[in-house]
């Protein structure tokens, strides 16, 4: 069973930064890609940034130039460096997982609980 730990949510003012982690774990040898998606009250769960494990990114068109996806493969961790927040970007952000190889086989498709982001004054 494959389990994605996300941390480094919390409040922040506009214009300041935020960098969120999730760290995989469950006898993994690999994972295809991984991201990060957010849920804002009464609204549908959206795509914020993936990255394959060759490095590729895809960044949703309303966080391109203020966010960053990076992975550490080794340690089976992905990064979301948040510059520029807006009171927009307050959501729930949660952590994915897609293509897991482990010792128990292949696993499609991982989530994590999700942490908090809050942009206000």
């Known amino acids: 069973q494959v389990q994605l730990v996300e941390s480094g949510g919390g409040l922040v003012q506009p214009g300041g930064s935020l960098r969120l982690s999730c760290a995989a774990s469950?006898?993994?040898?690999?994972?295809?890609?991984m991201g990060w998606y957010r849920q804002a009250p009464g609204k549908q769960r959206e795509l914020v940034a993936t990255?394959?494990?060759?490095?590729?990114?895809n960044y949703a068109d309303s966080v391109k130039g203020r966010f960053t996806i990076s992975r550490d493969n080794a340690k089976n961790t992905v990064y979301l460096q948040m510059n520029s927040l807006k009171p927009g970007d307050t959501a729930v952000y949660y952590c994915?997982?897609?293509?897991?190889?482990?010792?128990?086989?292949?696993?499609?498709?991982?989530w994590g609980q999700g942490t908090q982001v809050t942009v206000s004054s």
């Open positions: 990255i394959t494990s060759g490095g590729s990114t």
């Open positions: 469950g006898s993994i040898f690999s994972i295809n890609a």
């Open positions: 994915n997982a897609r293509g897991v190889v482990t010792i128990a086989g292949w696993q499609d498709t991982s």
